[in-house]
């Protein structure tokens, strides 16, 4: 097969798919693992794709690798945050057990739970400091910290965790696609976030829009795993079961 045919198989299968592995390169085009990165190099040099670790992504998605910290998201889409935290928020029951994902855009949504009477686990830090000073019932995982993220992460946070049957929880995201499904930057969160959505009889992914189309290194949960909590509607993703936007409450 000539090398222009190789790329444009390999970028009609990323327009159908948005990622492609070497691995799927080279079984569905059979030619060996070198070939298969060097077609990958190419296209990303001429701007086609975006070479990412052992494949590639369309162009319009984004490939993060690093997990900003705190600080650094904190404000960025900070009312739509503010507005998707409220309505999940709301979700919550007197008799639910709620696990809270660490992460800004969680850190807004206990500032709407002064007065539940839910139970709470959390691996944040500064989420348990809040519950507790509200008043509310809260468990705080144990294990290792993580500063850049405050959250705690590890072998005991996940021992913790599977001993615990939790009504909902909610989780942030770093980036959204049908494929990879959600994913974060750092494997050991990745990790307590995956034992923690297991124990979850309903999940719940609050993302800003955002994060839609990213990739990040490490999925924690398939697509089919959350339901989303959004501030827009979006190209591509319908409305409905899985999907649920939190628009303005009328004035």
Known sequence: MLTEQRFERILERLKAKKSITVAEITESLGVSESTARRDITALDKAGKLTKVFGGAVAVDHTYEMREPTVAQKVNVKKEEKIRIAQYAADLIEDDDFVYLDAGTSVGYMVEFLEGKKASFVTNAVAHAQKLASQGNHVLLIGGELKSSTEAVIGAQAMEMLQKY?????????????RKEGFTTPDAGEAQVKRAAVKQCRQAYILADSTKFGNISAVTFASFCEGVILTEETLEGYKEGEKLIVCREKPV
């Open 165 to 177: 049957h939790f009504t909902k929880g909610f989780f942030g995201t770093n980036g959204i696609t």
